[in-house]
DNA sequence: TCTTGAACCTCTAGTGACTATAGGGATTAA
DNA sequence: TTAATCCCTATAGTCACTAGAGGTTCAAGA
């Protein structure tokens, strides 16, 4: 019935040191432990470290997990909570992708004019140089 | 002609901080400074951080700007290494991209069906309570 | 029952690229 | 001269882990 914190890591391809990171945050409640002390899980605990794992891979941050999982605590109050922390972070996403295409197509453009000549003719090196350009700082790029 | 680091901070839009942490990994060179201990910079400084905003905005990590302004300051050379480099960037920047449009569009698809009632049917909580779900990790995301 | 070796434990420090804070000293304009 | 603003160093914090040291426990085979 319960099992080791491995067994945990391949249920969930969550690394153990990252199980026990995410305890220590309060991300997932402490288990009780053998007399030797090491930490015996159940399947309610892979259940939730998976829910962390999907949400990680779907780039939510720690923080609004932890939002989520409070909300997904309540099963009878409206979702349109969670819906919003969704519906916000597809708008940061958005603004990712925007900022990447950007840069893409500014360094293609760098690119495609270098000639293959030399450094001192490099577009490369012109267009880093030229302060005159501006994008938004790379905060979440 | 010399000023002082906000001065320089104000001309380039990089903050007082970061221009003292860029000295202390050796991005930029250490300036000489007046009897108490200030920093005073030349016009040449601010075209070398120039080029090293514009390549952070650009996405490029410090490790590759010190490659950049290693290869621009040999102006003789074949530019070949840089573009090199900024090749080797676009590929990375597309993979960013077509990550987070994958990710854009399963959220999309969650959030869709999501009809605004209870917490316990939301599809957003059942999506990523749903372990079968896969994606790559999201390192460089 | 004993032994071996894999898996587990805690604690600390490191990553990248900054940002923030504390507790001072320097410069500049009125 | 005084006040306001700027600057200095040093240390610690951010995020979400990852790595390592040095020691302990567990499970399986002999």
Redesign the pocket.
């Known amino acids: 019935m319960e099992f ?4 945990l890591a391949r249920r969930t391809r969550v ?4 199980i ?2 995410y305890e220590q945050i309060g991300l997932l409640p402490s288990p009780p432990r ?6 015996r899980y159940e399947a309610s605990d892979a259940s939730r470290l998976n829910f962390i794992r999907h949400a ?1 891979e779907l780039g939510f ?3 609004a997990i932890r939002e989520l999982l409070a909300l997904s605590a309540k099963p009878n109050q409206p979702c349109a909570d969670i819906d919003d922390i969704a519906r916000r972070h597809i708008g940061e996403i958005d603004q990712r992708i925007a900022h990447l295409v950007s840069l893409r197509a500014e360094l293609q453009r760098t690119v495609d004019e270098c000639g293959r000549g030399r450094v001192c003719e490099c577009r490369v090196i012109e267009t880093l140089a030229d302060s005159s350009h501006y994008h938004e700082r790379l905060a979440a790029v």
Chains 1, 2 share one sequence.
């Not at 690394?15 to 990252?18: A, D, F």
């Not at 053998?34 to 930490?39: I, V, Y």
Request: aromatic fraction near 4%.
């Open positions: 080791s914190i491995g067994e690394k153990v040191p990252t026990r990171y053998t007399e030797g002390k090491q930490r990680r941050e720690v923080d």
